[in-house]
């Protein structure tokens, strides 16, 4: 029996619940790992899982021996590290979950000079919206606007979007220019609704003006969960869009987006880069939330920084 592979399979299981969903993510047949696991209880006499027909679960006994051999396994990742050229200290794969606009407007096009400075790192981009569970699909970070719900994460900030309200020259057309936000709430006006959560909640919109604060739900026809999806809703005159303003920069100067209350401001979108609290800050990791927030700063400056649990 291999130790640390033995104890890799371990955390796996611990991580994903399930022989399968470590196997998978091992890129092990199930059979292997159940071996492992079995052999690494066998030589410690102790039982570290429970296991039923259903799902696993970790004895106290085990949960103990985990947290130590999580550190265990990430001391040998950064003594490994640590003897590679200052060029390649960061290296292996990253799995990254984006959200689709910033991936294609931002992200993925800067990726030549992250790679030019990381060239050992290989990027592997889950590119949506949707919610994803880090752990059962072995993501190592996402990245998202907004707060971060799920209190079990880390969260890190690494920038702010600046957001405006903007609508087609089809809706206005039909719909008739808003002069004032409360319109909106108005019967005969629509917002393209954004689903922000897994409950699948349509977000409300801030808006502020000297001293005047007043938030905006509106009346929806169409509601999406993918920010290209949003966009093109809006562009295809289904109502009124709240952007930040990378996103509808280019739609406005060609004409296809007329911003909205511009006298108006709305608090700016926080972004984040948010990865499990028992998930090793691996220097992969670490360089790529750094780069993030660098590249943050290039496009999009803010004001500060901060890391903090959410």
Not at 137 to 146: A, H, Q
Request: contains cysteine; aromatic residues 6%; neutral net charge.
């Amino acid at each position: 029996m291999d130790r640390f592979d033995a104890m890799r399979a371990f955390v796996r299981v611990v991580e994903t619940g399930s022989f399968t969903k470590a196997a998978d993510t091992l890129h092990m047949s199930r059979t292997s790992v159940t071996q492992l696991v079995q052999q690494l209880e066998a030589r410690l006499r102790v039982r570290l899982l429970n296991r039923t027909t259903r799902k696993v679960n970790v004895t106290a006994d085990g949960a103990v021996y985990y947290e130590r051999v999580l550190r265990l396994l990430a001391d040998l990742e950064d003594a490994e590290t640590s003897l590679s050229s200052a060029s390649a200290v960061a290296r292996g794969r990253l799995r990254v979950d984006v959200p689709s606009p910033f991936a294609s407007m931002v992200l993925v096009p800067a990726l030549p000079a992250f790679h030019a400075r990381y060239p050992d790192i290989q990027l592997h981009l889950g590119v949506s919206d949707r919610v994803v569970d880090l752990i059962d699909e072995n993501v190592d970070c996402v990245i998202r606007g907004g707060e971060i719900d799920n209190l079990s994460l880390v969260a890190r900030h690494v920038g702010d979007l600046q957001l405006g309200a903007y609508a087609a020259p089809a809706y206005l057309a039909s719909a008739g220019a808003p002069a004032h936000p409360r319109e909106l709430e108005e019967s005969r006006h629509r917002i393209v609704g954004f689903a922000g959560s897994r409950a699948g909640r349509v977000l409300a919109w801030t808006l502020h003006r000297a001293g005047e604060s007043l938030t905006i739900q509106g009346r929806h026809d169409v509601v999406v969960d993918d920010g290209n999806a949003y966009i093109a809703a809006g562009l295809a005159g289904l109502g009124v869009l709240w952007l930040p303003t990378y996103m509808a920069d280019m739609h406005s100067e060609s004409g296809g987006l007329i911003p909205l209350f511009q006298d108006w401001r709305l608090d700016p979108m926080p972004m984040h880069i948010a990865f499990p609290p028992n998930r090793h800050v691996s220097a992969k990791l670490r360089v790529f939330m750094d780069w993030v927030i660098e590249l943050m700063q290039q496009r999009m400056p803010v004001s500060s920084v901060r890391s903090s649990p959410t």
